[in-house]
């Protein structure tokens, strides 16, 4: 998430270390927050066993359930607050699954008894053929591609398994044409490796000003899953390709890891934190490569079904400029469940201007959009994130 309480900037003197600001639109103004790295072994997480390292969706949600037992043991005086779940992109696994742990403990009469009330996820992974079938629709509807590619691509590829050399050459059309664009929000700049021949200066974008990074990252491997967008964060159940895998050199496209580097890496921040040493830890790393993941939840589908006829509140929400998980799977999947509609498709609003739109459907689940937010919401929309979210959490009409 990007709605915590301070904000990086680098340093304008060489050498120095990043300073922090204050996020006027904090989603800790309205709540109190855990942040939480996890699986164990991500961010400044860490185990003492080592086989903790090899895990998956089911382990992962059992151990985070573990963590909130105790933490709660440990402050017993936030017990009666109303608890929420939250997180994105592949926290549409994460959040789901961990929910119905915390629900299963509930009803299993484990102690501490968690005042659990419902959850958020914003572009968040769901499932394989929602997912997996949400991309061309969203190049098409955007106008990344034209109608007649548009048509080609349907009459070429029968489904998302499609692999034939008819629906890979149309495949590679549309790759052609969104190739340099950057798969996290396509208005920002992508950027790309400085040794490949530039066609042009472009300025950066306010998000790579704040940090300071002047590296561009190297270009997206098109093919790496056969005709699959690399980046486009589809649920398969096996092993996960984690990010240093999809990255060349190291690097993430789009993504800057330079201050927050700096930062947390630093003995002095991490003293300050209460975050171990590098000795005991390891370094904070953007990519990590010591832990082994696997998908093993299945779809999240049957998770929302029976979490929300339970009437546990859910609030499913996109960024409808991100092209790593578009918007367009997620309207379908919310839809797929066939609840009824309270609350017709309608424009939402904040600071007197449409910030987006929504659906809203019985059994408490409403799908929201925020418009020209790309993949993390709150970085990209932050005022409109906070009114949504403290609107949502008072119960009010969004």
């Known amino acids: 998430m990007h709605a915590g309480p301070f904000n990086f900037e680098a340093s304008k003197t060489e050498g120095n270390l990043p300073t922090l600001h204050l996020n006027p639109?904090?989603?800790?103004?309205?709540?109190?927050?855990?942040?939480?790295?996890s699986p164990a072994g991500v961010g400044l997480s860490y185990?003492?066993?080592?086989?903790?390292?090899?895990?998956?969706?089911?382990?992962?949600?059992?151990?985070?359930?573990?963590?909130?037992?105790?933490?709660?043991?440990?402050?017993?005086?936030?017990?009666?607050?109303?608890?929420y779940i939250s997180?994105?992109?592949?926290?549409?696994?994460?959040?789901?699954?961990?929910?119905?742990?915390?629900?299963?403990?509930i009803k299993g009469g484990i102690k501490p008894v968690i005042?659990?009330?419902?959850?958020?996820?914003?572009?968040?992974?769901?499932?394989?053929?929602?997912?997996?079938?949400?991309?061309?629709?969203?190049?098409?509807?955007?106008?990344?591609?034209?109608?007649?590619?548009?048509?080609?691509?349907?009459?070429?590829?029968?489904?998302?398994?499609?692999?034939?050399?008819?629906?890979?050459?149309?495949?590679?059309?549309?790759?052609?044409?969104?190739?340099?664009?950057?798969?996290?929000?396509?208005?920002?700049?992508c950027y790309h490796n400085p040794n490949k021949a530039s066609k042009g200066n472009v300025s950066l974008p306010s998000s790579f000003k704040e940090l300071g990074k002047t590296e561009k990252p190297l270009p997206v491997r098109k093919r790496m899953f056969g005709r699959?967008?690399?980046l486009r964060a589809t649920v398969k159940e096996g092993p996960v390709?984690?990010?240093?895998?999809?990255?060349e050199d190291g690097h993430i496209p789009c993504v800057s890891d330079e201050v927050a580097t700096s930062w947390l890496n630093n003995q002095q921040v991490r003293q300050a934190i209460h975050a171990q040493p590098e000795s005991v830890s390891g370094p904070w790393e953007l990519c990590t490569r010591r832990i082994g993941y696997k998908h093993d939840a299945g779809s999240m589908i049957t998770y929302h079904k029976k979490l929300t006829i339970m009437g546990y509140r859910a609030l499913i929400?996109?960024?409808?400029?991100?092209m790593c998980v578009p918007f367009t799977g997620t309207e379908a999947w919310t839809r797929s469940l066939g609840y009824k509609i309270i609350d017709e498709w309608r424009p939402w609003t904040s600071n007197d201007q449409v910030a987006g739109y929504l659906?809203?459907?019985?059994?408490n689940l409403t799908f929201l959009t925020v418009k020209g937010a790309g993949h993390t919401v709150p970085e990209y929309k932050p005022r409109e994130a906070l009114d949504f979210y403290s609107r949502w959490l008072e119960g009010k009409s969004i």
Not at 87 to 105: D, H, M, N, Q
Not at 241 to 247: F, I
Request: charged share 20%; proline share 4%; glycine share 8%.
């Open 317 to 322: 929400f996109s960024g409808d400029h991100d």
């Open 359 to 363: 659906q809203a459907y019985n059994h």
């Open 241 to 247: 390709t984690l990010w240093p895998q999809l990255a």
């Open 115 to 189: 005042n659990f009330k419902g959850y958020l996820i914003g572009n968040g992974v769901t499932d394989i053929y929602f997912d997996g079938n949400a991309f061309i629709p969203f190049v098409h509807g955007m106008g990344l591609i034209s109608d007649s590619i548009y048509e080609e691509v349907k009459r070429s590829c029968k489904g998302n398994d499609d692999i034939s050399n008819l629906c890979s050459k149309s495949y590679d059309k549309v790759y052609r044409a969104v190739d340099n664009l950057n798969v996290y929000d396509i208005l920002e700049p």
């Open 228 to 230: 699959a967008w690399p």
């Open 25 to 37: 639109y904090s989603w800790s103004k309205v709540s109190s927050i855990i942040y939480l790295d």
């Open 87 to 105: 997180g994105e992109s592949y926290a549409g696994i994460y959040v789901p699954t961990l929910a119905y742990e915390v629900v299963k403990g």
């Open 47 to 83: 185990s003492k066993n080592s086989s903790k390292y090899q895990t998956g969706d089911l382990q992962t949600a059992s151990d985070t359930h573990a963590f909130l037992l105790k933490w709660f043991e440990e402050f017993p005086e936030f017990l009666d607050n109303p608890f």
